[in-house]
C-alpha cells in the first residue's frame, strides 16, 4: 500500500507565500509523475502543476509565474512553492502521484493524499 501525506497549508493574507509538501510512503519501487490539484467549494478538481520523474513541468495558466513544483526522487517527496496568492488560490490542495509499486516493473497505480487547506484571505 501506498500513502502520500500533504503539510504546509494554512492561512496567508493576499500576496503572500506558502509551501506545500508531500510524502509518499509504502511499497514503492519508483515514483513516476508527481502533482498538484485543487478543488475549491462548489468546482471540480484542477490540475495546478506536474512533474515528471527527470524533472519535466508543466503548471496551469493561472499559476503559472507564480508557483514552482520541485521533487526530491531519493525522498519520494514534491514540493509546491505558492507566491503572489491570490484570493481566489484559496482550495484544498491535494497531493497526487503514478507509482510503480514493488513487485511491478512499468504498471504504475495512480493514488491521491487526503488534502491540505490553503485559504488567501485579508
Known amino acids: 500500500q501506498v500513502q502520500l501525506v500533504e503539510s504546509g497549508g494554512g492561512l496567508v493574507q493576499p500576496g503572500g507565500s506558502l509551501r506545500l509538501s508531500c510524502a509518499a510512503s509504502?511499497?514503492?519501487?519508483?515514483?513516476?509523475?508527481m502533482g498538484w490539484y485543487r478543488q475549491a467549494p462548489g468546482k471540480q478538481r484542477d490540475l495546478v502543476a506536474r512533474?515528471?520523474?527527470?524533472?519535466?513541468?508543466n503548471y496551469a495558466d493561472s499559476v503559472k509565474g507564480r508557483f514552482a513544483i520541485s521533487r526530491d526522487n531519493a525522498k519520494n517527496t514534491v514540493h509546491l512553492h505558492m507566491s503572489s496568492l491570490k484570493p481566489e488560490d484559496t482550495a484544498v490542495y491535494y497531493c497526487?502521484?503514478?507509482?510503480?509499486?514493488?513487485?511491478?516493473?512499468?504498471?504504475?497505480?495512480?493514488?491521491w493524499g487526503q488534502g491540505t487547506q490553503v485559504s488567501v484571505s485579508a
Open positions: 509504502g511499497s514503492i519501487f519508483r515514483i513516476a509523475a
Open positions: 497526487n502521484a503514478d507509482v510503480v509499486p514493488v513487485g511491478f516493473v512499468v504498471q504504475s497505480f495512480n493514488y
Open positions: 512533474i515528471s520523474h527527470d524533472g519535466g513541468t
